[in-house]
């Protein structure tokens, strides 16, 4: 929380260890030993994000009996979450920023989003096969389909070209027609 609020204050460079333990009222070293390195607080701070963001998912899947709607409230609750969520809006801010040393958290969102993209497949699948099957798509194809749902969510945070809502039903469009590209192959 203390290295959330001195993001969202002063951005990611101005964060470090000392700071963090004067704010946290620790030495600089217990906050070492308990957290690591600063990219370790990094990827601890995105996945802490990532569990609030996919835990909003289940839930707004959960709510709907089908899956093409699930899949649209689902991505637009998360995109209109993300351009309130001023952690997520400071290090998307860095974009335009010319330090190289704030762009750490906004890596781990673009080209080292690897453990996120893979965090975020496993548990949207997971919700998926909970609340939807029998779905007309093998585990090979639905494991791509919703991979790709997740990185069109991931690109759009990160670079928004059109409203949350639109994303949102573009994303649902999407899901449709290859549920019926699917029961038009069986």
Known sequence: DAAKRLIEQSGWASVTMAKLAAAVGVSRQTVHTEVGTKHSLAESLVLRELSLFLEFVSDRLA???????????????????????LLLRTVLGSISSE???????????TIESGMVVDLAV??????????????????????????????????????PSKTPAEAADDIALLVGLALKGASART
């Open 122 to 159: 496993q548990s949207v699948l997971k919700s998926v096969r909970e609340l939807y099957l029998p779905l007309p798509f093998t585990d090979d194809e639905l494991n791509m389909a919703v991979e790709a749902i997740v990185r069109l969510v991931l690109s759009h945070l990160v670079r």
């Open 63 to 85: 709510e709907e009996g089908d899956i093409v709607e699930g899949v649209r409230s689902a991505c637009r609750g998360i995109l209109d979450q993300a351009e309130t969520n």
């Open 99 to 109: 330090t190289e040393t704030d762009d750490e958290l906004l890596k781990l969102l």
